[in-house]
C-alpha cells in the first residue's frame, strides 16, 4: 500500500502560480511512476503530468505542457507540481497518483494509489 497525502492548493488569481506537494509513505517512493490528475465539476479524471522513479523522463498533457512542472524529491517521499499561468479553467481538484508504469499518460486505469485530491480555483 502506497498512502498519498496532497496538498498546496487554494484559491489564486488567474495568472498566478502555486505549487502543490504529494507526501508518499508506505512502499518504496521509488517503485512507482508518479503523476498528476484532476479533475473538475461534471467533467472526467485527467492526466496532466508524469514523471519516472529516479526523474530521468518526465511527461505532460499537451494543454498544460508550457505552465506546469512536475518534479519528485525521492529523498523526501513528495512529489512536486508547480503550476504557473494558471487560467479559470484549471479551477479542479488536483490528485497526486501512483502508477508501475508510464501508461497513466493514457488514463486514470493505470494507476494503483489515489491521494484524497486538493482544490484548486483559479479566480477571473
Known amino acids: 500500500q502506497v498512502q498519498l497525502v496532497e496538498s498546496g492548493g487554494g484559491l489564486v488569481q488567474a495568472g498566478g502560480s502555486l505549487r502543490l506537494s504529494c507526501a508518499a509513505s508506505g512502499r518504496t517512493f521509488t517503485n512507482y511512476v508518479m503523476g498528476w490528475f484532476r479533475q473538475a465539476p461534471g467533467k472526467e479524471r485527467e492526466f496532466l503530468a508524469a514523471i519516472t522513479r529516479f526523474a530521468g523522463n518526465t511527461y505532460y498533457a499537451e494543454f498544460v505542457k508550457d505552465r506546469f512542472t512536475i518534479s519528485r524529491d525521492n529523498a523526501a517521499n513528495t512529489l512536486y507540481l508547480q503550476m504557473s499561468s494558471l487560467k479559470p479553467e484549471d479551477t479542479a481538484v488536483y490528485y497526486c497518483?501512483?502508477?508501475?508504469?508510464?501508461?497513466?499518460?493514457?488514463?486514470?486505469?493505470?494507476?494503483?494509489?489515489w491521494g484524497k485530491g486538493t482544490h484548486v480555483t483559479v479566480s477571473s
Open positions: 497518483a501512483a502508477g508501475p508504469s508510464t501508461d497513466m499518460t493514457r488514463g486514470a486505469y493505470a494507476v494503483d494509489y
